[in-house]
């Protein structure tokens, strides 16, 4: 089992400068919530862990350039902040409103998954991700879809650009989500808000770091 590090830090493509302390700090998750199975008596046991890093070694005129820039103005890292909030919407609801009013998109959503209506909700797999009339996939087919792997993806940019490199003017503002259901919940679900801003994060020429999320 290996996988990438999901950190803010790593949402760039700008190499960290040197002698800069880095604390990585690994929680481990429940084994239900790792392990997809019906009897729920598997667990994970790690026997070994590894934390690879990858390092380059620059020329010295680099490193000199390095420092002759830092004492002008501090490295900038642009990052894509994550924020996940998880709401429990109790069983027997009609409806759901959870705030955070402008409607993304301009009109709602209203699959009918029991008569496999849902195209304009799956769309949004591939308009809000930046793969949209590319050749290129997400691991979740069509028929899939609405097996417990319901999600709906929204680009809030002004020109639908949050998949590419360059940054738009921030704005500030609430969010809400308005959830309406076709029949009473038989049971309790989880509605989970995966969200991404775009921040900054400074490092000065003592190497001190300065994060700022209002940016």
């Known amino acids: 089992m290996m996988g990438?590090?999901?950190?803010?830090?790593?949402?760039?493509?700008?190499?960290?400068?040197?002698?800069?302390?880095?604390?990585?700090?690994?929680?481990?998750?429940?084994?239900?919530?790792?392990?997809?199975s019906t009897k729920g008596t598997e667990k994970i046991k790690f026997l070994d862990v590894k934390l690879y890093v990858r390092r380059v070694n620059i020329s010295p005129s680099v490193l000199l350039a390095h420092a002759q820039a830092l004492e002008k103005s501090p490295a900038k890292y642009p990052v894509n902040r994550v924020d996940i909030k998880t709401v429990t919407i109790a069983?027997?609801?009609?409806?759901?409103?959870?705030?955070?009013?402008?409607?993304?998109?301009?009109?709602?959503?209203?699959?009918?998954?029991?008569?496999?209506?849902?195209?304009?909700?799956?769309?949004?797999?591939?308009?809000g991700?930046?793969?949209?009339?590319?050749?290129?996939?997400?691991?979740?087919?069509?028929?899939?879809?609405?097996?417990?792997?319901?999600?709906?993806?929204?680009?809030?940019?002004?020109?639908?650009?949050?998949?590419?490199?360059?940054?738009?003017?921030?704005?500030?503002?609430?969010?809400?989500?308005d959830l309406r259901f076709a029949a009473p919940l038989p049971q309790p679900i989880n509605c989970v808000v995966y969200a991404e801003f775009q921040n900054l994060i400074e490092i000065d020429k003592d190497r001190n770091v300065i994060v700022d999320y209002s940016v």
């Open 4 to 36: 990438p590090l999901h950190l803010d830090i790593c949402n760039t493509d700008r190499l960290l400068l040197n002698n800069c302390t880095l604390r990585v700090k690994l929680t481990r998750s429940r084994d239900a919530f790792a392990l997809m």
């Open 129 to 177: 991700t930046g793969i949209h009339w590319k050749d290129e996939g997400n691991g979740i087919s069509w028929s899939d879809y609405p097996k417990g792997n319901t999600l709906f993806v929204f680009d809030l940019s002004p020109d639908l650009s949050a998949s590419e490199p360059h940054w738009n003017l921030q704005r500030q503002g609430t969010m809400r989500l």
């Open 91 to 127: 069983q027997g609801m009609h409806s759901k409103t959870i705030d955070n009013g402008q409607a993304v998109p301009s009109h709602p959503l209203t699959p009918d998954f029991s008569k496999d209506l849902y195209m304009e909700c799956y769309n949004t797999l591939f308009s």
